[in-house]
């Protein structure tokens, strides 16, 4: 049992906001995006990457279109200020990409750090020192003036370094870090006073970045705080207010996009929620939210797997399956309700229509996934699933009541081996069961030939291994074909018989198994609903060929072995 918690914790505290105004707000456009990656995320890997890794993981987030990237904490190592001078000195950053890097609000970090921007076209001086009470009273012992002026003093000489660089573009970015956990009133004034150090206008503006370095409360409490501040800061007109979640409390996701409602225009994270702890809001996530919402994030995601590898790479964490957007699973349905659903949304979808697909909150497509992936058969699925991966990958589209027959046939075989099946396996169980019988009855050939104004034919079939040729007259190929059984003593009844063609996805197999079906003749399928006289059961037998009288024939013969049970659906390995 936990223990009592109102014993050991305090609630934190309402924020006294009266007539707040971000709840009514709805978030219109993309904010500022600053990717902390290199820093925030690698800092917290078990072994950070080397330089060929974050190279490529720059390289990466310059292409997903991050014109803000936090590259280093070049004070912390030689490692990382050694990055930050090749980035530069080889040529490696766009014009239109700003670099960020993190000092602590210290005389010799400080100096270090603008150091290793020498040369930079445009560059972000990152300090932050903490305000909180337990960091004044605990760790560093000092009062609020004198943190206060830690911060202005660290800003005066970033001010003083900066101004005899001046062939680069220099802005400042200042965190109150624990802002979260500060006193309002004391946040503002040590944001006032650093934006003052600077010179803060307009034309100059000053990032007060305020992040939850720590969740402490609820997402509305954030977003109060962030409200509280974009109402009382001296200099709004020339301060861009910036946010930098963490996710203790599981919640980043929600407090950034309530924080911009609430006035933050800049947003600081990482790909998949890395970072310390549980990590950095996710702006992979936040992004596509936006997307989903009709918003265009402004960041280029539509190859969301080649971000998921890349970022596996280089940080050498995986992507949870489950993760939003990106997960390996998240676009699946193994449910057999889900299946259904989402199978008749294909169908109803208008491709000139807005997205309004059952379980589906974007179109798996516009982030470069395959609908391969969207519906996965195990033995929770049920006839949507099962069909959905034949008629996508093989091109059979399968009247209702053969639906809910083959899906027992393929519920029988994950019951039986209890695993997940994918889209060939459902295949090679299709092909055994109706196809390509281990049966009584094998076709062999047909022969059309009219007979007192009826049709007649003249079957080839091989009976329990004997060749046999039956003759019979009807109202149609089908109807003469039923006659000709009866000459075997096979007596079947049709109820129920459907023809289409098939239109096989590139570049799947075909279904006849002759490789590719580009070039091929057109393949028809008939599906044909048979019964044994006297009893009420039936089965499906199925054909395929590029004749659909052939085809038909042979959905007869299929159905008549399995009507008579001499056919047991096979089962796949």
Same mark, same amino acid.
């Given at each position: 049992?936990?223990?009592?918690?109102?014993?050991?914790?305090?609630?934190?505290?309402?924020i006294?906001?009266?007539?707040?105004?971000?709840p009514?707000?709805?978030?219109? *456009?993309?904010?500022?995006w600053m990717?902390?990656?290199?820093r925030d995320?690698?800092?917290?890997?078990?072994?950070?990457?080397?330089?060929?890794?974050?190279?490529q993981m720059?390289?990466?987030?310059c292409a997903?279109?991050?014109?803000?990237i936090?590259v +280093?904490?070049?004070? /912390?190592?030689?490692?990382?200020f050694?990055f930050v001078r090749?980035?530069?000195?080889d040529g490696?950053?766009?014009d239109?990409?700003?670099?960020?890097v993190?000092?602590?609000?210290?005389e010799?970090?400080?100096r270090r750090?603008v150091?290793?921007?020498r040369?930079?076209k445009?560059?972000i001086?990152h300090v932050y020192?903490?305000?909180? @009470?337990?960091?004044r009273d605990?760790?560093?012992?000092?009062?609020?003036?004198?943190?206060?002026t830690m911060?202005?003093?660290a800003?005066?000489?970033?001010?003083?370094?900066t +101004?005899?660089?001046?062939d680069?573009q220099?802005?400042?970015?200042y965190?109150?870090?624990?802002?979260?956990a500060?006193e309002?009133?004391?946040?503002k004034q040590v944001c006032?006073?650093?934006?003052?150090?600077?010179?803060?206008t307009? !034309?100059?503006? =000053?990032i007060?970045?305020l992040p /939850?370095t720590?969740e402490?409360?609820?997402?509305?409490?954030?977003?109060d705080q962030?409200?509280?501040? *974009?109402? #009382?800061?001296?200099?709004?007109?020339?301060?861009i207010?910036?946010?930098?979640?963490?996710n203790?409390?599981?919640t980043? =996701?929600?407090?950034?996009e309530?924080?911009?409602?609430?006035?933050?225009?800049? %947003?600081?994270?990482?790909?998949f929620?890395?970072?310390?702890?549980?990590?950095?809001?996710?702006?992979?996530?936040?992004?596509?939210n936006?997307?989903s919402?009709g918003?265009?994030?402004?960041l280029?995601?539509? !190859?969301?797997?080649?971000?998921a590898r890349t %970022?596996e790479?280089?940080?050498?964490?995986? %992507?949870?399956?489950r993760?939003?957007?990106?997960?390996?699973?998240v676009?699946?349905?193994?449910s057999g309700? *889900?299946q259904d659903?989402?199978?008749?949304?294909?169908?109803?979808?208008?491709?000139?229509? #807005?997205?309004?697909?059952p379980?589906?909150?974007i179109d798996?497509?516009?982030?470069g996934?395959?609908y391969?992936s969207?519906?996965?058969?195990n033995? @929770?699925?049920?006839?949507?699933?099962v069909s959905?991966l034949?008629?996508n990958s093989?091109?059979?589209?399968?009247p209702?009541?053969?639906q809910?027959?083959?899906?027992?046939v =393929?519920?029988?075989?994950?019951?039986q081996?209890g695993?997940e099946?994918?889209?060939n396996?459902?295949? @090679?169980?299709?092909?055994q069961?109706y196809?390509?019988q281990?049966?009584?009855?094998a076709y062999?050939?047909? *022969?059309?030939?009219e007979h007192d104004?009826? @049709?007649?034919i003249?079957l080839?079939l091989?009976?329990? &291994?004997?060749?046999?040729?039956?003759?019979?007259? &009807?109202?149609g190929?089908?109807d003469a074909?039923?006659? +000709?059984l009866?000459?075997?003593g096979i007596h079947?009844?049709?109820?129920?018989?459907?023809?289409r063609?098939?239109n096989?996805?590139s570049p799947?197999p075909?279904?006849?198994?002759?490789?590719?079906?580009e &070039?091929?003749?057109?393949q028809?399928?008939?599906f044909?609903?048979?019964?044994?006289?006297?009893?009420?059961t039936s089965?499906? &037998?199925v054909?395929?060929?590029?004749?659909?009288?052939t /085809?038909?024939?042979? +959905?007869?013969i299929s159905g008549?072995?399995?009507?008579?049970?001499?056919n047991?659906a096979?089962?796949v390995g």
């Open positions: 049992m936990l223990k009592n918690p109102a014993t050991k914790y305090r609630a934190f505290p309402a006294n906001l009266p007539n707040r105004q971000w009514s707000q709805t978030i219109t *456009h993309a904010p500022i990717s902390t990656d290199l995320g690698n800092q917290s890997l078990f072994e950070p990457m080397n330089g060929e890794r974050k190279m720059f390289k990466m987030l997903i279109g991050f014109k803000e936090e +280093a904490f070049p004070s /912390a190592s030689q490692t990382d050694d090749t980035l530069i000195e490696h950053i766009p239109d990409v700003t670099i960020i993190l000092t602590q609000a210290r010799h970090l400080i750090t150091e290793s921007l040369g930079a445009k560059a001086v020192n903490a305000t909180s @009470q337990p960091f605990v760790v560093f012992n000092m009062s609020k003036d004198e943190v206060v911060a202005v003093n800003v005066a000489l970033i001010k003083e370094l +101004a005899a660089q001046p680069t220099w802005q400042l970015e965190s109150p870090e624990t802002f979260t500060t309002l009133d004391f946040a006032d006073a650093v934006t003052e150090t600077w010179g803060a307009p !034309d100059n503006k =000053v007060l970045n /939850a720590v402490v409360a609820t997402p509305n409490v954030y977003a962030i409200e509280w501040m *974009h109402r #009382y800061l001296a200099r709004r007109d020339s301060v207010i910036s946010v930098h979640p963490h203790d409390r599981g980043a =996701v929600a407090a950034t309530l924080a911009l409602m609430a006035g933050a225009e800049r %947003v600081e994270g990482c790909l929620g890395h970072g310390e702890r549980t990590g950095n809001v996710d702006l992979v996530t936040l992004a596509l936006l997307y919402q918003i265009s994030p402004n280029d995601f539509s !190859d969301v797997n080649s971000v %970022v790479y280089c940080t050498q964490l995986p %992507v949870h399956p993760h939003p957007y990106v997960g390996d699973l676009f699946t349905a193994f309700s *889900h659903a989402i199978k008749k949304g294909f169908s109803a979808q208008q491709a000139d229509s #807005y997205w309004n697909m379980y589906l909150p798996p497509a516009d982030v996934r395959s391969d969207v519906i996965r058969v033995s @929770q699925s049920g006839k949507g699933g959905y034949l008629e093989y091109g059979i589209v399968m209702r009541r053969l809910v027959e083959f899906s027992g =393929v519920q029988q075989h994950t019951d081996h695993c099946v994918n889209a396996d459902i295949w @090679q169980l299709f092909d069961t196809l390509n281990q049966a009584s009855i062999q050939e047909h *022969h059309l030939f104004k009826q @049709q007649g003249r080839v091989t009976i329990d &291994g004997t060749t046999q040729i039956l003759t019979g007259h &009807g109202n190929p089908i074909s039923v006659n +000709a009866q000459h075997a079947i009844q049709v109820r129920s018989y459907e023809e063609s098939i096989i996805p799947q075909s279904p006849t198994g002759r490789g590719s079906n &070039g091929s003749h057109a028809a399928s008939a044909i609903e048979v019964s044994q006289h006297g009893l009420t089965q499906y &037998g054909g395929i060929d590029s004749n659909i009288i /085809a038909s024939v042979k +959905a007869l008549a072995n399995r009507v008579m049970g001499q047991l096979s089962k």
